[in-house]
C-alpha cells in the first residue's frame, strides 16, 4: 500500500528566503508524482507533474525533482514571496494503483 | 474553456438526508476522480470513473456513499442518509487519461446538522 508523507508539516520563512519542501513515498513502482498548492477554502491547482522517467520539472521560481530509488521528491521554491502562502501536496500516481495518492501537505508561510 | 466546475458551492443536510455533489469535468476528460478532505486532515481518495464505469472505489465507504459517471452529463457523488462525520470538504479532479495532469474542482463543503 502507498504511503505519503512530507517534511516538514509546517515552515514559516522570511521573504526572499529559498526553501526546499520534501516528499517521501513508500512504493518506488510510480507512475508520475506531482505537486499541488492549496489556498485557504479553495481548490487545488497543479504546480508540476514529474513522470517517472523524469528527474525534474522547471516552472519559473518552482523546481521539483524526483529520485523515484530512495522514493523521494522535493519542491525547491526561489526567492519566496508572501504570495507563496499556502499548503503544499504532493501526489504520487502509481502503476499498481489508479488512483492518485496524496501527502498531508506542508503549510508555507511567507513573512514580508 | 472551463475548468473543473462542482456544484454546490456549499451544501447544508440535516441527519438522516440525501447529499448529492456533482461534477462535470474539463471538457473531454473522461476520467474523473473524487476525494474526501476533513479538517487539519489530508486529502483522502474516495473513488475513481472512467465514463459509465467505477474503475476504483476502494476508498469509498461501502454503505451510504455511491458515485456515477454517466455517459452524459456530470458525475454524481451520492451519500445517503448523512450523519455528523459526513462533513468535510469533497473535492472532484479530472484528467483527459490516466498518468497525466489532474485539474480540481474548487470542491463541495458539506455540513451535517
Known amino acids: 500500500k502507498q504511503e505519503v508523507t512530507q517534511i516538514p508539516a509546517a515552515l514559516s520563512v522570511p521573504e526572499g528566503e529559498n526553501l526546499v519542501l520534501n516528499c517521501s513515498f513508500t512504493?518506488?513502482?510510480?507512475?508520475?508524482l506531482q505537486w499541488f498548492r492549496q489556498d485557504p477554502g479553495k481548490g487545488l491547482t497543479s504546480l508540476l507533474l514529474?513522470?517517472?522517467?523524469?528527474r525534474e520539472q522547471t516552472s519559473g521560481r518552482l523546481n521539483a525533482s524526483l529520485d523515484k530509488s530512495s522514493g523521494r521528491s522535493t519542491l525547491y521554491i526561489a526567492a519566496s514571496q508572501p504570495g507563496d502562502s499556502a499548503t503544499y501536496l504532493c501526489a504520487v500516481g502509481g502503476t499498481s494503483y489508479d488512483k492518485v495518492i496524496f501527502g498531508p501537505g506542508t503549510s508555507l508561510s511567507v513573512i514580508p | 474553456n472551463a475548468g473543473v466546475m462542482q456544484n454546490p458551492r456549499h451544501l447544508v443536510r440535516r441527519r438522516g438526508q440525501e447529499a448529492r455533489l456533482r461534477c462535470s469535468p474539463v471538457?473531454?476528460?473522461?476520467?474523473v476522480y473524487w476525494y474526501r478532505q476533513l479538517p487539519e486532515e489530508g486529502l483522502k481518495f474516495m473513488v475513481y470513473?472512467?465514463?459509465?464505469?467505477?474503475?476504483?472505489e476502494s476508498g469509498m465507504p461501502k454503505e451510504r456513499f455511491s458515485a456515477e459517471f454517466p455517459k452524459e452529463g456530470p458525475s454524481i457523488l451520492r451519500i445517503q442518509q448523512v450523519v455528523r462525520g459526513d462533513s468535510a470538504a469533497y473535492f472532484c479532479?479530472?484528467?483527459?487519461?490516466?498518468?497525466?495532469?489532474?485539474?480540481f474542482g474548487s470542491g463541495t463543503q458539506l455540513s451535517v446538522l
Open positions: 471538457k473531454g476528460h473522461s476520467h
Open positions: 470513473l472512467q465514463k459509465e464505469n467505477i474503475i476504483d
Open positions: 512504493d518506488s513502482a510510480i507512475y508520475n
Open positions: 479532479a479530472s484528467s483527459d487519461s490516466r498518468g497525466e495532469k489532474l485539474f
Open positions: 514529474i513522470q517517472s522517467s523524469q
